[in-house]
């Protein structure tokens, strides 16, 4: 079955301080896979997904199909960038996307 | 700007009432689908619809139901509402390339 899994429940670090969060998929054919955040009090919108192979506000993920992840990663972490993250899997055959548990970025001063 | 509106942001019943979500996107979208909320369990996925009057169960359908009569509105129907439905429910319009735009979510407290 597929499946996303995101590790982490809570990620805290401090303004400056690389930030990676961590998504595993699993599904046995050609994923596509999506970032979502959801800032507080805003709805969940895309932040990035791996066909485009773009920096978003700094971000950027990597599909690596060997140990099937799609890790979330910033060099330098702004306090602005506190929100809730979610991974998203779209299998090649369903318009469906299965999202993982989310976890949550805390930037602090 | 695809736009994808809600009806009520906040909806508090109780046991056994039925309750409608409402939902409508403005960008003639094809895909429409309902996600219940939860921390610790992210998004699952309820109901989605890839038509008028076209549907297909998600992962979590039991209680619900939905309707799509018309192409631009999209409902979720709680026959009896009960306290485990207590969520934040999101809908959500799709573009070609597969990427989801959400609305701003319906929170619903089952007292």
């Known amino acids: 079955a597929q499946r996303v899994t995101q590790p982490e429940k809570l990620l805290s670090v401090f303004k400056g301080a690389p930030v990676e969060l961590k998504c595993n998929y699993s599904?046995?054919?050609?994923?596509?896979l999506f970032w979502y955040v959801q800032y507080s009090r805003q709805r969940l919108q895309l932040l990035l997904r791996?066909?485009s192979r773009e920096s978003i506000k700094g971000f950027t993920a990597d599909l690596n199909k060997g140990e099937t992840s799609f890790h979330l990663k910033k060099p330098f972490a702004q306090e602005e960038d506190s929100a809730m993250y979610y991974c998203?899997?779209?299998?090649?055959?369903?318009?469906?996307?299965?999202f993982g548990t989310g976890t949550r970025l805390q930037v602090f001063p | 700007d695809v736009k994808v509106t809600q009806s009520s942001r906040y909806l508090v019943k109780r046991t056994g009432e039925k309750v409608f979500l409402e939902c409508v996107q403005d960008?003639?979208?094809?895909?429409m689908f309902w996600y219940r909320q939860d921390p610790g369990l992210g998004l699952r996925l309820i109901y989605f619809?890839?038509?008028?009057?076209?549907?297909e169960k998600g992962d979590i359908p039991e209680g619900y139901s939905v309707s799509r009569e018309k192409k631009e509105r999209f409902s979720l129907i709680l026959e009896s509402a009960s306290t485990n439905q207590t969520s934040m429910y999101l809908c959500?319009?799709?573009?070609?390339?597969?990427?989801?735009?959400f609305g701003e979510g319906s929170r619903l407290t089952v007292l």
């Open positions: 998203a899997l779209r299998t090649y055959n369903t318009d469906k996307l299965i």
């Open positions: 599904y046995s054919g050609s994923p596509e």
């Open positions: 791996h066909i």
């Open positions: 960008m003639d979208h094809e895909n």
């Open positions: 619809s890839y038509d008028v009057k076209m549907k």
């Open positions: 959500a319009s799709q573009v070609t390339t597969g990427e989801l735009f």
